[in-house]
């Protein structure tokens, strides 16, 4: 019995890192004027995402969009995978890029950004190689994204007129 449950443990282990929203932060800027300098600063600030996510994926709440009154700019989690899937469209419907890496401090690790940009859902991607498997994911994934209704586009049209 010992065996089974060590060996269900392992094997559930990888799985919920990859899932675990416990890894994943929102990205604001916060606009700081040093006593010394007359110039505004902007330094990234790093925050739980959980009520951000949560926001997203629950329909009785409103999305959360900013934090202490600085706009959400982006969302960045670690996976073991840094292609993003197709659970990911809630959060990238919301029109807040989605960064993905299994470390943000590594020089090592792939970064993956899901973007929205002229109409359509874009990627950018830095370091090691994918896989062929992981490009075409990412394709198919990217394209699963544009075929689903959203309406960031509407949106962008609005903030434009406004």
Do not use: W
Not at 3 to 9: D, G, K, N, P, S
């Amino acid at each position: 019995m010992r065996f089974v449950l060590f060996l269900t443990l392992i094997f559930i282990s990888p799985l919920s890192y990859a899932d675990n929203i416990a890894d994943c932060e929102v990205v604001i800027m916060e606009k700081y004027k040093p006593e010394d300098n007359k110039q505004l600063v902007e330094v990234a600030s790093f925050h739980p995402a959980i009520n951000f996510i949560e926001s997203i994926y629950n329909e009785d709440k409103k999305i959360i969009r900013t934090i202490n009154g600085f706009k959400i700019r982006a969302v960045m989690c670690k996976r073991m995978n840094v292609v993003p899937r197709k659970i990911d469209f809630p959060i990238l419907k919301s029109g807040i890029p989605l960064m993905l890496s299994q470390n943000f401090d590594s020089s090592t690790s792939g970064i993956t950004k899901v973007y929205y940009k002229n109409g359509k859902f874009n990627y950018s991607y830095s370091g090691p190689d994918l896989s062929d498997l992981d490009k075409e994911k990412m394709i198919l994934n990217l394209n699963y994204y544009n075929s689903k209704s959203h309406n960031l586009f509407q949106k962008k049209k609005n903030i434009q007129t406004n």
